[in-house]
């Protein structure tokens, strides 16, 4: 249905989709901003030389101009040359507003539509079309070609709903990257118009489409439909932000959409108590993608952090998930009883085979020695106290200096406390001098860093003497094996992450700024600004420095694990806070023991609960199916209510099937059907198979162009395709004890077309739907 509206609604070749041909449309308007900042460049130079020249007048009247002119050119060529990259990312299309006044970028104000704007049958014209951007752009003619984010006029791009949709009919998200537009994300906040633009029907893409079709739809059921889809997500997006906002939906119930309007609403309406940054927590980088093209950046505070799960503590321990641990590997990993591991192996980690035994120092004359079981004795009192393990350090360096004191016997041959305390003094600044005493202390209580520890874990032994207890001998050799390989696993980050928190940072001493070069100029060089941070970097570094965050949405949150949860609650502390999930799709094993960490992570503040309850992403023939594997995940629990039909029903296809029943045949039998289903849908066909698979069915596809997608089954969750197929069903429900909701999330991903294919493991009957599928 997604693809007959496109058709219905395009313009232009028939080869095209609509999606390109609307790329193309902004990648025109985007060259046509180029060309425009590029004319405003040349004439701030213009201005800085003419300026220069009026120096030469020598004038005290010519110079003060000159530098007053200098300085306002420099600070304009500054911010030019600074937003020139990846600043233009929304577009809204209005109807015929109830005045005609022009506020002062070109934009007309009228917030409401002025009467007969939309027409007895249903349709109305676009009177004003307004691109949303970092800064202004005036064309020649003073008519705006982008509205900052800040004006007035650019306000309904944010708070627009389709609730209280105002003159707003469609919103466009557009996603770039320097000078070439990615891609387009349309809402429409009007589905029930057909609105026309330029005498052609408004185009309109993504899920946007999906709701204009059923807003079309004959017979008053289905307007109703869209009715309630838009009031239950506009009561999610206006609630207030105070305490937890807990979102729950099935598949294709919008809840991530919702999620990341929320926070560009939320922000925009009180920008200064955002002030501390949003922070967007998403399972995986390819769902961050997506997010990144529906949420653009908010202007130069860097207030919006995206970040996927597995990249969530590169600012406090320099490391990024690459890697995926085995279901088995990952359980352990994830649990809570990992906790008292770490505890046990950052205290652990100071015990080295390579630790020195012995400390020999001179003082006063005299050899003074600690010997291992002394030192032993001293480092386990230190290690009683609940600091972090790198701020002990100080407390064993005293204790140290209290056994040699001791041991030099020098306290009880002076009685006089002030004479005592003299020489005590005198000993403890002889003894921490010494080269002998410094080594020793380095080698024996090193700055542990959550990399080290980490990797000390990697040893067996180790990791057996610490985890003893805690972890079977068969979950210990897993972890073990998992830390030797190269990289991080996702949940090799939350490891790092708690490590941190349990190591501590030992305070630097600041260095002394040196004076810039800048410092030392006069004259002309003083008023030209040096080159400022542009808003990108200057939210890059922020993002980067920030630890916690004034509201914190979490994106399917019911595959966070505990030590995830952990994570994230360190950078939210304070914050307020908004969770997207739903237990049917969660592939984390022990959901118990999940919510005990989300509720210590969101403390005590208030609960609000909210759900979504209709399925506007997949047709009914797609959602049946998936319903049959939900009732095995989940006895009970009731699938959100699939509002359209296509007639198409899913296909089934085993690895026999043209290859002569050859067992080898899997991979040419993946390829066929996402050829063939390329040639269908204008979109993208994503090909979910088991985590194992994931690099070998990307070869099975290389070469069929990048409207189709190879993913691992974990890998699927919050994505859509226009297309999907799903490889041998068993493969992914055996995969874990949360195996048949991770299918269940296979087979919602798709928004037209659903092929499985099925393996040997599936036990495929006569018309080839698998064992797992049938009634």
């Given at each position: 249905m997604a693809a007959q509206a496109q058709q219905e609604t395009a313009v232009g070749s028939d080869h095209d989709s609509t999606r390109d041909r609307e790329i193309r449309v902004e990648q025109e308007h985007l060259d046509r901003v180029y060309r425009r900042l590029e004319e405003k460049i040349h004439e701030a130079e213009f201005l800085m030389h003419d300026a220069a020249q009026r120096g030469q007048v020598g004038t005290p009247g010519a110079l003060a101009e000159r530098d007053a002119q200098v300085f306002r050119a420099g600070v304009h060529l500054n911010r030019l040359n600074n937003e020139f990259e990846d600043f233009l990312f929304g577009r809204i299309d209005l109807l015929l507003g109830k005045d005609g006044k022009k506020g002062p970028d070109?934009?007309?104000?009228?917030?409401?539509?002025?009467?007969?704007?939309?027409?007895?049958?249903?349709?109305?014209?676009?009177?004003?079309?307004?691109?949303?951007?970092?800064?202004?752009?005036?064309?020649?003619?003073?008519?705006?070609?982008?509205?900052?984010?800040?004006a007035p006029a650019a306000a309904p791009f944010y708070r627009s709903t389709p609730v209280d949709p105002g003159r707003v009919v469609r919103r466009r998200v557009i996603r770039s990257k320097g000078r070439r537009v990615l891609g387009v994300e349309d809402d429409l906040m009007r589905p029930e118009l057909t609105a026309f633009l330029d005498g052609h029907e408004l185009p309109v893409v993504g899920d946007g489409a999906l709701m204009a079709a059923l807003g079309r739809a004959r017979g008053h059921t289905m307007h109703d439909i869209v009715a309630s889809i838009q009031a239950e997500q506009d009561l999610v997006i206006r609630a207030p932000a105070a305490s937890v906002t807990y979102v729950e939906g099935g598949p294709g119930t919008g809840k991530t959409a919702v999620a990341l309007h929320r926070a560009a609403y939320l922000l925009y309406q009180d920008r200064r108590r955002y002030a501390g940054g949003i922070l967007i927590v998403s399972p995986t980088p390819l769902l961050v993608a997506y997010t990144e093209g529906v949420l653009p950046s908010l202007g130069e505070e860097g207030q919006v952090a995206v970040r996927a799960i597995g990249s969530l503590a590169v600012d406090a321990v320099g490391a990024e998930a690459t890697l995926y641990d085995s279901p088995a590997t990952a359980r352990v990993k994830g649990s809570y009883r990992m906790l008292k591991v770490l505890r046990k192996a950052a205290r652990g980690a100071l015990e080295t085979d390579g630790a020195p035994r012995l400390l020999r120092v001179v003082a006063f004359g005299r050899r003074l020695e600690l010997a291992a079981k002394e030192l032993e004795g001293v480092r386990r009192t230190a290690l009683g106290?609940?600091?972090?393990?790198?701020?002990?350090?100080?407390?064993?360096?005293?204790?140290?200096?209290?056994?040699l004191w001791e041991r030099s016997g020098s306290a009880a041959r002076h009685t006089d406390p002030e004479l005592a305390a003299e020489l005590r003094s005198s000993f403890d600044d002889d003894v921490s001098s010494e080269d002998s005493f410094l080594e020793f202390l380095d080698a024996w209580w090193p700055e542990l860093t959550p990399g080290s520890v980490l990797a000390a874990m990697a040893d067996e032994r180790c990791l057996g003497r610490w985890a003893r207890r805690i972890l079977n001998p068969g979950e210990i050799r897993r972890v073990a094996r998992s830390l030797r390989r190269d990289g991080h696993s996702v949940h090799d980050i939350a490891l790092l992450d708690e490590l941190q928190a349990i190591l501590g940072v030992p305070a630097r001493p600041r260095k002394r700024r040196e004076p810039g070069p800048l410092d030392h100029l006069t004259g002309l060089e003083e008023l030209m600004p040096a080159r400022e941070e542009s808003q990108r970097e200057r939210a890059e570094r922020l993002a980067q420095e920030r630890t916690e965050y004034a509201h914190v949405i979490v994106d399917e949150a019911q595959d966070l694990t505990p030590m995830q949860w952990r994570m994230v609650g360190r950078r939210g502390r304070h914050a307020t806070w908004?969770?997207?999930?739903?237990?049917?799709?969660?592939?984390?094993?022990?959901?118990?023991?999940?919510?005990?960490?989300?509720?210590?992570?969101?403390?005590?503040?208030?609960?609000?609960?909210?759900?979504?309850?209709?399925?506007?992403?997949?047709?009914?023939?797609?959602?049946?199916?998936?319903?049959?594997?939900?009732?095995?995940?989940?006895?009970?629990?009731?699938?959100?209510?699939?509002?359209?039909?296509?007639?198409?029903?899913?296909?089934?296809?085993?690895?026999?099937?043209?290859?002569?029943?050859?067992?080898?045949?899997?991979?040419?039998?993946?390829r066929a059907e996402a050829a063939r289903l390329l040639d269908l849908v204008d979109g993208t066909v994503g090909v979910v198979v088991a985590m194992q698979r994931r690099e070998e069915a990307a070869r099975w596809l290389a070469g069929l162009g990048d409207r189709v997608v190879a993913l691992g089954s974990l890998e699927a969750k919050g994505l859509e395709y226009d297309a999907t197929v799903v490889v041998s069903p068993a493969e992914i429900a055996d995969e874990s004890p949360a195996g048949l909701r991770v299918l269940y999330v296979a087979l919602t991903r798709a928004t037209q077309q659903l092929t499985i294919v099925s393996a040997d493991r599936d036990e495929p009957d006569a018309r080839g739907v698998p064992d797992l599928l049938r009634d």
């Amino acid at each position: 249905m997604a693809a007959q509206a496109q058709q219905e609604t395009a313009v232009g070749s028939d080869h095209d989709s609509t999606r390109d041909r609307e790329i193309r449309v902004e990648q025109e308007h985007l060259d046509r901003v180029y060309r425009r900042l590029e004319e405003k460049i040349h004439e701030a130079e213009f201005l800085m030389h003419d300026a220069a020249q009026r120096g030469q007048v020598g004038t005290p009247g010519a110079l003060a101009e000159r530098d007053a002119q200098v300085f306002r050119a420099g600070v304009h060529l500054n911010r030019l040359n600074n937003e020139f990259e990846d600043f233009l990312f929304g577009r809204i299309d209005l109807l015929l507003g109830k005045d005609g006044k022009k506020g002062p970028d070109g934009a007309y104000t009228a917030v409401e539509p002025a009467e007969g704007a939309v027409r007895e049958d249903g349709t109305a014209d676009i009177a004003e079309t307004l691109h949303i951007g970092r800064i202004g752009v005036l064309d020649s003619d003073y008519a705006p070609l982008v509205i900052d984010w800040r004006a007035p006029a650019a306000a309904p791009f944010y708070r627009s709903t389709p609730v209280d949709p105002g003159r707003v009919v469609r919103r466009r998200v557009i996603r770039s990257k320097g000078r070439r537009v990615l891609g387009v994300e349309d809402d429409l906040m009007r589905p029930e118009l057909t609105a026309f633009l330029d005498g052609h029907e408004l185009p309109v893409v993504g899920d946007g489409a999906l709701m204009a079709a059923l807003g079309r739809a004959r017979g008053h059921t289905m307007h109703d439909i869209v009715a309630s889809i838009q009031a239950e997500q506009d009561l999610v997006i206006r609630a207030p932000a105070a305490s937890v906002t807990y979102v729950e939906g099935g598949p294709g119930t919008g809840k991530t959409a919702v999620a990341l309007h929320r926070a560009a609403y939320l922000l925009y309406q009180d920008r200064r108590r955002y002030a501390g940054g949003i922070l967007i927590v998403s399972p995986t980088p390819l769902l961050v993608a997506y997010t990144e093209g529906v949420l653009p950046s908010l202007g130069e505070e860097g207030q919006v952090a995206v970040r996927a799960i597995g990249s969530l503590a590169v600012d406090a321990v320099g490391a990024e998930a690459t890697l995926y641990d085995s279901p088995a590997t990952a359980r352990v990993k994830g649990s809570y009883r990992m906790l008292k591991v770490l505890r046990k192996a950052a205290r652990g980690a100071l015990e080295t085979d390579g630790a020195p035994r012995l400390l020999r120092v001179v003082a006063f004359g005299r050899r003074l020695e600690l010997a291992a079981k002394e030192l032993e004795g001293v480092r386990r009192t230190a290690l009683g106290g609940t600091a972090p393990v790198n701020l002990l350090r100080p407390r064993a360096r005293k204790l140290l200096l209290d056994a040699l004191w001791e041991r030099s016997g020098s306290a009880a041959r002076h009685t006089d406390p002030e004479l005592a305390a003299e020489l005590r003094s005198s000993f403890d600044d002889d003894v921490s001098s010494e080269d002998s005493f410094l080594e020793f202390l380095d080698a024996w209580w090193p700055e542990l860093t959550p990399g080290s520890v980490l990797a000390a874990m990697a040893d067996e032994r180790c990791l057996g003497r610490w985890a003893r207890r805690i972890l079977n001998p068969g979950e210990i050799r897993r972890v073990a094996r998992s830390l030797r390989r190269d990289g991080h696993s996702v949940h090799d980050i939350a490891l790092l992450d708690e490590l941190q928190a349990i190591l501590g940072v030992p305070a630097r001493p600041r260095k002394r700024r040196e004076p810039g070069p800048l410092d030392h100029l006069t004259g002309l060089e003083e008023l030209m600004p040096a080159r400022e941070e542009s808003q990108r970097e200057r939210a890059e570094r922020l993002a980067q420095e920030r630890t916690e965050y004034a509201h914190v949405i979490v994106d399917e949150a019911q595959d966070l694990t505990p030590m995830q949860w952990r994570m994230v609650g360190r950078r939210g502390r304070h914050a307020t806070w908004t969770v997207v999930g739903d237990p049917a799709q969660s592939s984390w094993s022990d959901v118990d023991e999940a919510a005990e960490a989300r509720d210590e992570a969101l403390g005590t503040r208030p609960r609000r609960r909210f759900r979504l309850t209709v399925n506007y992403r997949n047709p009914a023939e797609i959602a049946g199916l998936a319903a049959k594997v939900l009732a095995l995940a989940m006895p009970g629990a009731e699938p959100p209510a699939a509002v359209r039909s296509t007639g198409v029903e899913p296909r089934f296809v085993t690895t026999a099937d043209g290859s002569g029943g050859a067992r080898d045949s899997l991979p040419r039998t993946v390829r066929a059907e996402a050829a063939r289903l390329l040639d269908l849908v204008d979109g993208t066909v994503g090909v979910v198979v088991a985590m194992q698979r994931r690099e070998e069915a990307a070869r099975w596809l290389a070469g069929l162009g990048d409207r189709v997608v190879a993913l691992g089954s974990l890998e699927a969750k919050g994505l859509e395709y226009d297309a999907t197929v799903v490889v041998s069903p068993a493969e992914i429900a055996d995969e874990s004890p949360a195996g048949l909701r991770v299918l269940y999330v296979a087979l919602t991903r798709a928004t037209q077309q659903l092929t499985i294919v099925s393996a040997d493991r599936d036990e495929p009957d006569a018309r080839g739907v698998p064992d797992l599928l049938r009634d």
